[in-house]
């Protein structure tokens, strides 16, 4: 993937900074964004040992910031080969006591932020792309989307990711005859921050019915990311990839 130019959201922790090492190690330059300047700074340093990444804050949940980190991804090129929409928050509270507030917040950054950056992004990706190598749209989704319901109090959370599995299909259809192939991934159970209290209160127990018996480590991640995002990638588009260890896919999972 050497001379490609991708822009990972999220992409400080967690499963954005898997996927974000991934692409650095496979050859792209790569810029990632978080909300804050500190953790922009800390991805930076630790990332660089990698190859060639940026970091900008901006928060992505308003339309005006994506926006603005659209315009700053592409100042220095008008091209973009590969957009990763990772950037997600989650919300876990019981149904009597759930809040507008947690419908706004996660329906916002998870769902409304993807489709303002494709828009925004799209005149960039569409001149990377040809027939023999498209331009790449990795949207994360989750298992939690439609896939498989999780025990967690999350309404918001999954039906955001049900509908951004959705939305990767209708963005694939229309997207193909220009040159862009639009993918969601599905994570199930990785170590990242959203993910740390559910890890440390059952995470063995998730791990020994997991079918693969583990939790996801960092190379899956990278693994499917640069999978979709090089030229073995290159005839797929359209597809919900669950990357959990088959807790999904075979219904054993917790």
């Given at each position: ?16 900074m ?14 990632v ?124 959370y ?69 999978f ?14 669950p ?12």
């Amino acid at each position: 993937m050497t001379g490609k130019y991708a822009f990972v959201t999220g992409g400080t922790k967690g499963i954005g900074m898997m996927i974000a090492r991934g692409l650095l190690q496979a050859g792209a330059r790569v810029v990632v964004s978080s909300r804050t300047a500190d953790a922009c700074a800390e991805a930076q340093r630790l990332l660089s040992e990698f190859g060639d990444v940026q970091a900008i804050p901006a928060d992505l949940s308003r339309y005006d910031e994506c926006q603005r980190l659209a315009d700053l991804v592409t100042a220095d090129s008008e091209r973009l080969d590969i957009l990763v929409n990772n950037a997600g928050v989650m919300w876990r509270e019981p149904l009597e006591t759930f809040p507008a507030e947690a419908w706004d917040t996660v329906i916002d950054l998870n769902l409304k932020s993807p489709f303002w950056l494709v828009q925004a992004l799209l005149p960039a990706l569409r001149r990377t792309g040809t027939a023999d190598d498209p331009a790449r749209i990795i949207n994360i989704g989750s298992i939690a989307g439609g896939i498989h319901v999780a025990q967690a109090p999350n309404y918001s959370y999954a039906s955001s990711k049900a509908a951004i599995h959705q939305l990767t299909r209708v963005l694939a259809r229309e997207l193909g005859p220009q040159h862009v192939t639009v993918n969601a991934v599905a994570p199930g159970v990785f170590p990242s921050q959203m993910m740390a209290a559910t890890i440390d209160a059952i995470g063995d127990t998730i791990a020994e019915k997991t079918p693969l018996r583990r939790i996801g480590r960092d190379d899956d991640m990278a693994g499917i990311a640069v999978f979709l995002a090089s030229r073995a990638g290159s005839y797929v588009t359209g597809t919900i990839i669950p990357i959990d260890g088959g807790i999904a896919t075979t219904a054993t999972g917790t």
